[in-house]
């Protein structure tokens, strides 16, 4: 039997840059614009998700998810320094108690990937004011959250302190090399982390705070052990560390990695002939379970699954592809795993950081007119979720 645990939360997740459109005071939008930047294709109107996000929200809820997570965007709160608004506050409230008047437990993400272009321009997070700065703007959106049962701070904060990294080493190199995370930028994602979680609890005393780190399941070739380990170390084990006192951590696994050791330098070491995914990624569903099984050990903390998913055009894959990621995650929570949900990425045909063409939705955009297609997966994500078991 795959039962899952009662109450066991079954979402959807999105992020504001990647859904809302035009979200011209961020970081992400100026980057787009740049004139040689990394980024291919800019965000533009993204799914006007900013306008339609009553029609998302009422898409997960027919089809029978119990859940929703949703980012709120930094620098549509204070688009200027210490100018914070209002109206995109009540904006962003409005959500919430939409959410739940619909019967889907929010999980609201205070930072994805953006920051206010502002503070992008003072150093982002290496600027030593970072973390004051962030907790100031978490303590400003609290009223929002006083419902919200899961709060994720930062979403993948080891991805973000490699966003500078990127920038300056391009596309191509980074696909040749495993570059580390920028140490200024780790030092102040995690000040940061820690600053709003001491502002937010006296403010939110009903929240689980939490955030959310990117997994990967590493197989080193033979020789390759140590140095895996070391740069896993640096990529993804500090920010689990600096989750201690938290209520719980974000599982978001999507593939394995494999690398090898050359001349003293971890590569990636390319497993031909294998399935991959539209982002190249390989096809291996078992890196759910693997990485759940690595953060419950690491960390001993509840665990939620903020993201998981495959990017296909073919909808097929992604049902088989999330069974098998299910039944390896049911398998640790039989061994005894506190995991309190899981949420697929994404609900949305969605902005992928650069281009469009990864499709990673339950739901299908259309990129002129936004009407939404929901594909037959998030029928049977929704159905999961109404019989808690996969059938
Ligand atoms: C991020 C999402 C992203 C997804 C698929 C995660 O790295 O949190 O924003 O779209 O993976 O690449």
């Known amino acids: 039997m795959t039962h899952f645990p009662d109450n066991f939360l079954w979402g959807a997740s999105t992020s504001a840059h990647q859904i809302e459109g035009n979200n011209i005071a961020s970081d992400w939008w100026h980057l787009e614009q740049a ?54 506050l009540a904006y962003y409230q409005e959500i919430v108690s939409t959410a739940i008047a619909y019967g889907l437990t929010p999980l609201v993400t205070l930072h ?43 979403n993948e904060p080891n991805m973000v302190a490699l966003f500078p990294v990127m920038s300056q080493a391009g596309a191509a190199d980074f696909a040749q090399k495993l570059p580390a995370p920028d140490p200024a930028h780790t030092a102040g994602l995690i000040a940061g982390h820690h600053a709003a979680r001491e502002a937010l609890r006296p403010l939110l005393p009903y929240a689980q705070l939490g955030w959310s780190i990117a997994s ?13 380990a070391e740069y896993q170390r ?3 084990d500090v920010f689990y560390d600096a989750a201690a006192g938290d209520d719980w951590v974000g599982v978001q696994a999507y593939t394995c990695r494999r ?19 539209l982002t190249g990624w390989e096809y291996y569903p078992p890196a759910l379970e693997e990485c759940v099984r690595r953060v419950a050990e690491y960390t001993g ?51 992928e950081w650069g281009t469009y063409a990864p499709t990673f939705g339950l739901v299908a955009v259309d990129r002129r007119t936004f009407v939404r297609t929901p594909k ?16």
Not at 47 to 67: F, I, K, N, Q, V
Not at 216 to 228: D, I, K, S, W
């Open 259 to 277: 690398v090898k050791a050359v001349a003293g330098e971890l590569l990636p070491a390319p497993k031909q002939n294998v399935k991959r995914t």
């Open 112 to 154: 994805h990937s953006t920051n206010p272009a502002w503070l992008a321009t003072k150093g982002g997070w290496a600027n030593p004011d970072a973390s004051t700065l962030f907790a100031r703007y978490c303590a400003y959106i609290a009223p929002a959250l006083e419902n919200v049962r899961y709060i994720c701070l930062i």
């Open 301 to 351: 903390l509840p665990i939620v699954v903020t993201e998981n998913g495959i990017a296909t055009p073919d909808d097929a894959d992604r049902v088989a592809y999330t069974t098998d990621a299910l039944k390896g995650l049911h398998q640790a929570i039989a061994d005894g795993i506190d995991v309190r949900g899981y949420f697929h990425w994404s609900l949305l045909d969605n902005y």
């Open 234 to 236: 640096i990529s993804e």
């Open 35 to 88: 004139p040689g930047s990394f980024v291919s294709e800019p965000s533009g109107d993204a799914c006007d998700s900013y306008h339609r996000w009553r029609e998302d929200l009422a898409l997960a809820r027919d089809a029978g998810l119990t859940a929703y997570r949703f980012s709120i965007e930094w620098a549509r709160i204070e688009p200027t320094p210490g100018r914070f608004s209002s109206a995109e």
């Open 216 to 228: 990967q399941t590493y197989h080193p070739e033979a020789g390759a052990e140590e140095l895996a």
């Open 376 to 391: 037959p997966s998030l029928a049977w994500l929704g159905g999961v979720a109404q019989a808690n078991q996969l059938n």
